[in-house]
């Protein structure tokens, strides 16, 4: 369907909606580390800088979780035991030699699920696919036609076999979460199992009643 100008949420609200759900905003390079966007999405086609700032830093992103991935690590690195990020921006899709460029928004989260409490049990809990999903679902709500969006159970490289489901908008991709793969939770070094997401923003397109 074509969407009315005013039918498209100000990006500012979507990232704030993500705020007020204890995410943090995250910016990072639309160029990413070429072994880590392969370990990811080994598959994927992609564009490389000709000349690039940085041999970690030499390829176009295909997807925002790479560079989300990177921020998560080094957060872990600093002792960091909840975090929960997100990013919004272009990722490029290459296919037989065309380019394309696709809004997107994107998240991670992993570690405790609340904020240390004392005297909280729960507190102590890691966060896990249902989290992310709520986060998520806090956007797919603002387009005012959350009925359309559903969550079939599909698989991806880089993410847990049982534990990741496809994003549709009225059966149109629209992307994904799900639970990191072991195997690259184990490569990768993180303490706590990540849950990422990813959805174009073109399908967050807020429904004017008639």
Avoid: Y
């Avoid at 564009?47 to 957060?75: K, Y």
């Avoid at 992993?110 to 999903?133: C, H, I, N, T």
């Avoid at 005012?144 to 159970?153: D, I, K, Q, Y």
């Avoid at 076999?161 to 496809?166: D, E, I, K, Q």
Wanted: charged share 20%.
């Amino acid at each position: 369907f074509l969407a009315l100008p005013e039918a498209v949420p100000a990006e500012r609200s979507l990232l704030e909606a993500l705020v007020a759900r204890g995410l943090h905003e995250n910016v990072t390079f639309a160029f990413v580390d070429p072994a880590l966007q392969s370990v990811l999405f080994p598959q994927a086609q992609t564009l490389a800088l000709a000349n690039a700032i940085a041999t970690d830093l030499s390829v176009m992103r295909v997807s925002l979780w790479p560079g989300l991935v990177r921020v998560a690590l080094e957060n872990q690195r600093r002792q960091q035991d909840r975090i929960r990020l997100f990013s919004q921006g272009a990722r490029f899709a290459v296919q037989d030699g065309k380019v394309s460029e696709v809004d997107s928004l994107a998240g991670i989260v992993a570690g405790k699920r609340l904020p240390e409490q004392w005297g909280s049990g729960e507190s102590r809990e890691s966060a896990d696919f249902f989290d992310a999903k709520a986060d998520l679902q806090t956007l797919l709500t603002a387009t005012g036609a959350a009925g359309e969006f559903s969550f079939e159970a599909a698989t991806l490289s880089c993410l847990h076999p049982g534990r990741a489901a496809r994003v549709r908008r009225s059966g149109v991709q629209a992307g994904w979460i799900g639970e990191l793969h072991p195997r690259l939770v184990r490569e990768l070094g993180f303490t706590h199992t990540p849950v990422l997401f990813e959805i174009d923003v073109v399908a967050l397109r807020v429904t004017v009643p008639q």
